[in-house]
Nanobody, 121 residues
Framework: QLQLVESGGGLVQPGGSLRLSCAAS????????IAWFRQAPGKEREGVSF????????YYSESVEGRFTISRDDAENTVYLQMNNLKPEDTAVYYC??????????????WGQGAQVTVSS
């Protein structure tokens, strides 16, 4: 079964950048989409972006559109989330997930362990 492992989180100042990686132990093409979600303390887990395995089509939430970019490296079985112009409200644990697509957590049944991203001066 596919397993997902996130890396690349950390502490960054407002306006800075980070790149998260989601390494898959199997083939991500076995799932319709790979997504990034995030969960801040006391808040619901929200979908940030997803990429369709078949054709690479990408989707973003309004809160990150224009600042975050999702991409993949099929040779490395890895999906990335490049995050630019980070804001304090982007602070959260970020999870990658595999599933049916969309930005609703109920569409995904395989999750990584999460990576902490903290945006603070």
């Amino acid at each position: 079964q596919l397993q997902l492992v996130e890396s690349g989180g950390g502490l960054v100042q407002p306006g800075g950048s980070l790149r998260l990686s989601c390494a898959a132990s199997g083939f991500t093409s076995d799932y319709y989409a790979i997504a990034w979600f995030r969960q801040a303390p006391g808040k619901e887990r929200e979908g940030v972006s997803f990429i369709v395995s078949a054709d690479g089509t990408t989707y973003y939430s309004e809160s990150v559109e224009g600042r975050f970019t999702i991409s993949r490296d099929d040779a490395e079985n890895t999906v990335y989330l490049q995050m630019n112009n980070l804001k304090p409200e982007d602070t959260a644990v970020y999870y990658c997930a595999a599933g049916l697509g969309g930005l609703h957590r109920g569409e995904y049944d395989l999750w990584g362990q999460g990576a902490q991203v903290t945006v603070s001066s």
